[in-house]
């Protein structure tokens, strides 16, 4: 097969060598000077368009060997993409590979990955390639069955390649396969002399990978695949002035001109230039009887190698960060939303019925709810008291990571590993007391973006039609629709928003017993309406959840709880743990998340609030 030379002008992008490869190295090599960041930031701009533009042909080529050497064995299959930048790539493959959850993106810049972000198959995380490797496979929600590392290796110093594969052997799942894509010392490209000796000073032989991997405990195999190109010799002469390769930046201006006139006249008299790229697919196996524990008789040292760079305040933070009570004993994940209510979320933007709790359970925390509000002025939960009470009462923080609760959110997000908590709310109607919210979504006023964001509606009293249960309108998640500030008399909003064009709509509703939760997307239209006066009382907590790559353009930004795996961009403020119902440091801690959600002039005092 013969690239175009259109589509083989950006693909090339992605050789050893090229500035957009180094995007994928590791933080130690990144550096922390301000110019580094904008280069990265630049690479990112241009990264996509020249993917997208000019290399599917090539890309597609890429992907036929990876997927035949990772004979992936169902929709199952839990992948990660180490170095994986913009994403491109990651959503490729996770579209290719039709597995069920999506690719994990690990990247150690966070230019590249405001690209990823964006991607609906693929969840970003910000961590170089040795600092994930070193994570134990729990504190990641679990092994995965494989992991590509595409044109990264070349990147990372040659003393840190063992504990990188070490780590990663500990974490695959046994069966599990790693495959590294990258490309021999003596290469066809058309350079000139002192650029082939900096090509091959730079890129290491394929043996002290594969070394490593051996050493590791894996069982490895090498394949080489060769792609015929072709392309203009004036954009490759272009290319080259332009450093377009990091390889060129060790060049003096000099030695570059005069490369590019040797190169000029290797090809005189020709318009293009042929030549073959040759990729190394070194593909190492995990045995499925591998004890997770074995790994390589050297992997403490290995760690030990990788611990000594010493990682960044961020990576400190990420490193540190608290993992769900299910990734604390290392279960690995088991479904727990069915087939159809998964393809419920995805389609319509909710789905449920979904027990959490047993009747006796619920009944309990209703109860601690009661005396929740015996505590407080007034004797109820209103105002600043119905927001984030997982600040004040240990038992809240703990039903916001309720294992069941944490992975069914999971799996509505696509499979999603780091997830965070961002409120919680309770609401509470009494017969008869008029309380409603008309037609709206929840993404109107908070500024998350993208909009992997989940409210889980947990019930601990029945919830009905006619005690005021949620309604919803199927398929609504799809776009922000437009909202009016109505502050209607009774309406439990902050604004008293709704959306004028679904007033009287009534649609479908979910009734749920103590114990049981509906799950919704943040972008979904819902209302409740008012319990009737010969209903019984509705007691509810919402309690809200997002994936850890979601941005908010909020200032101040809301704090958070991590609930499963880790947050790696450390965005938002990390919120501590109560010791004790209402403690001091609690009450503050709380006063200060609140104020910080919901500022003087939002009505707080009122008790309003999104259900």
Sequence with gaps: MTASPAAYGAAIAQLPGSDTSAAAATADQSGSDDGQAQHYDAVAATYESAFFYSSIEYRDWVMGHLLDHFRLPDQE????????????FTQALAEAAQVRRRVLCVDAFAEMLEKARAHPRVEAMLLDAVAFASLPAEQLGGRYSHVLLKELVHHIPEEQIPALYSGLFSQLAPGGCAVTITRPQEVDYPLFRRAREIWKEHQPHHSVFTSAMEAAGFEVEVHAHEYPAELAKATWLGMMRDKFWSTFSHCTQQELEDGIAEVDRQYAGQDTVHFTDRLLFLVARKAAAADSEAGAAGAPAAQQTALAAAPSPAQQTALAAPVSPAQQHGQQRAAVLTPAQRLEYAERGFTGPLTVLSPAEAALLAQRYRQYAAAL????VSGDWRFKSHL???????????????????????????????????????????????????????????PDVVTAWLALT?????????????????????HVETCAQGNLLLKGQTILELEGEEREHIPLQPGQATLHHIRLAHRS?????????RLGLAIRYMAAHVTQSLDPRDSVTVVAGRDTFGLYRHERRPAADMDEAALQEHRAAVQAVYPPGFERAEGKGQP
């Excluded at 309406?529 to 009382?537: C, E, F, L, V």
């Design 392 to 450: 004040l009462l240990p038992w809240v923080w703990e039903l916001a990571r309720h294992p069941r609760l944490v992975a069914a959110v999971s799996e509505a997000l696509g499979g999603c590993r780091n997830i965070l908590c961002w409120s919680t709310d309770w609401f509470c109607k009494q017969p008869g007391d008029g309380g409603f919210t008309g037609w709206h979504q929840d993404s109107t006023y908070v500024g998350l973006d993208p």
């Design 462 to 482: 029945p919830s009905n039609a006619a005690n005021g249960c949620l309604h919803f309108l199927p398929g609504s998640h799809t776009k922000q629709l437009p």
């Design 377 to 380: 002025p007034g004797g109820t």
């Design 529 to 537: 309406g008012p319990a009737a006066p010969d209903s019984q009382p």
């Design 77 to 88: 299959a839990e992948i990660v993409d180490l170095g994986g930048g913009t994403g491109n």
